[in-house]
């Protein structure tokens, strides 16, 4: 039995998000079917984390289990050839340790948050950010994500249905940048809690707006209630780009 860990690429249009619903098309489905139709092996497909329905991946990683006697360039195609039409690719494979596991193993995630902040409406880039029409000020936007940044309870930006044992997350890194005619903003931790980033962004989004000041986000993130939570940004904008592992 070898342990393969991937490294997967998606469009989170189409799905209810990675894991497996009965309600609806999944990542985790589809790249199950692929394995199975190419090894004739029932696996289980673990993934870094968990994204919400329309989210995208850029390198989200995962891992099965493979019986059969593979190549890593050949389960690489084989897979890619099978998810399609789906629009999920495998970046790569990589034999790894039969004690590696996605998801446990991992020591770091990052996001990315893209904003189109144009007046235009979205066309080649429909689905795959969320635009705003009025001017943002970024250095509000940054002076509101610093106060986010480091081990808080982090209840507001919080979804209810959230099934994390506690509130209490280290933020690493939140730092806003502009790019053209797009505002990015990059998220890292060891793990985020349900909806965090897509909250956090939300209420950025407000202080860029001038709706919210910094000191409206500082209580905001004190107020630990998730009514105190101004906007959940749409999921649409939202990138898993990258999970961290122990060299």
């Known amino acids: 039995m070898t342990r393969w860990k991937l490294i997967l690429e998606w469009d989170g249009a189409p799905f209810m998000g990675w894991q497996r619903q009965d309600h609806g098309p999944s990542v985790q489905a589809a790249l199950e079917r692929a394995a199975k139709a190419m090894t004739g092996e029932q696996v289980t497909a673990h993934a870094a984390g968990r994204t919400d329905a329309g989210v995208h ?28 039409p789906d629009p999920v690719a495998v970046l790569d494979a990589e034999a790894v340790a039969g004690d590696w596991h996605a998801r446990f193993s991992c020591t770091g995630r990052r996001y990315l948050y893209r904003i189109a902040n144009r007046r235009a ?24 994500a610093a106060h986010l940044v480091g081990h808080h309870d982090f209840t507001t930006f919080r979804s209810v249905n959230c099934q994390s044992d506690s ?12 790019i053209g005619e797009e505002v990015h903003v990059h998220a890292a931790a060891r793990s985020f809690l349900h909806h965090q980033v897509r909250s956090m962004v939300g209420c950025l989004a407000l202080v860029g707006q001038g709706q ?3 000191d409206d986000m500082k209580a905001a993130l004190e107020a630990r209630d998730r009514g105190a939570l101004g906007l959940n940004a749409p999921a649409e904008g939202l990138y898993f780009v990258e999970a961290a592992y122990p060299a």
């Open 121 to 144: 409406p979205l066309t080649l880039d429909r689905g795959k950010a969320w635009r705003i029409g009025l001017p943002l000020d970024l250095a509000a936007m940054q002076e509101a």
């Open 167 to 178: 509130p209490l997350k280290t933020l690493d890194r939140l730092d806003v940048e502009r």
């Open 57 to 84: 991946a850029l390198g989200m990683a995962a891992h099965i289990d493979v019986a059969k006697d593979l190549a890593a360039h050949r389960l690489r195609e084989g897979l890619n050839a099978l998810l399609r």
């Open 212 to 214: 919210w000041t910094a």
